[in-house]
């Protein structure tokens, strides 16, 4: 078991950048969802997937940021522009009913 | 918007001794009730998780507490190591059989040699 796998570790872009982030969940789990980790704001579920449909994205904090689960193997979390206030750390959690959440090792995301 | 108060932000503790820490929710789906271990430069994992229908339950050294009246719940870890030394995080469901957990601050825990 693989576990769940984000890429890249870590992201240094400028502000006005698009920034992509990418998940791959543990093979089998059917939700899948995007936090935010912040030493002001401790972790933020940002939008969470069932069967690869959005079913809650009301943590998602403005309209630059999108995410997409285009099959049960794939998820992106896109900023557009990206601004220096979304310096974080994001994770991406996989789960299955009954299982509780595995997390990957997050994208340092650093905006200048 | 729901919240789940975490307590202590940060705790020392002698190798040995017991580390305690506390959570207490608001209204919330009775699911499961997890703790999350965070090692610095990794994402949370799972430490230990109870089910609202006991009031305890042990893993070697970890023990949850689960106060369902007083919507508190709290870890224990016995015979406090230096490798626990971690950040902790308590979660609570929000919504029934969805798993969508809201998550507490954190306590960072330093165990002295």
């Known amino acids: 078991d693989a576990g769940v796998i984000q890429s890249p570790r870590h992201e240094v872009t400028e502000m006005g950048q698009e920034v992509t982030l990418r998940c791959k969940p543990i093979s089998g ?5 995007w936090y935010r980790q912040t030493m002001m704001r401790g972790l933020e579920l940002l939008i969470y ?3 690869n449909v959005p079913i809650d994205d009301s943590g998602m904090p403005e309209d630059r940021f999108s995410a997409k689960m285009p099959n049960a193997s794939f998820s992106t979390l896109k900023i557009q522009p990206s601004e220096p206030r979304d310096s974080a750390v994001y994770f991406c959690a996989s789960s299955y009913p009954g299982s509780p959440l595995h997390f990957g090792n997050g994208t340092r995301l650093t905006v200048t | 918007q729901q919240q789940v108060k975490q307590s202590p932000q940060s705790l020392i503790v002698q190798k040995g001794g017991i580390s305690i820490i506390n959570c207490a929710y608001e209204n919330t789906a009775f699911d499961y009730f997890p703790w999350y271990q965070q090692f610095p430069g990794k994402g949370p994992a799972l ?3 109870i089910r ?3 009031s305890e339950k042990k893993e070697g050294r970890f023990t949850i507490s ?4 007083a919507k508190q719940f709290s870890l ?5 190591q230096p490798g626990d030394s971690a950040t902790y995080f308590c979660a ?3 919504t029934s059989g969805t798993y969508k957990y809201i998550f507490g601050t954190g306590t960072r825990l330093k165990v002295l040699a």
């Open chain 2, 66 to 69: 689960f106060n369902k009246s």
């Open chain 2, 92 to 94: 609570a469901p929000t």
């Open chain 1, 49 to 51: 997937f069932n069967n």
């Open chain 2, 76 to 80: 224990h870890i016995m015979d406090s």
């Open chain 1, 29 to 33: 789990h059917n939700s899948l969802f």
């Open chain 2, 47 to 49: 430490l230990i998780a």
């Open chain 2, 52 to 54: 609202p229908d006991v």
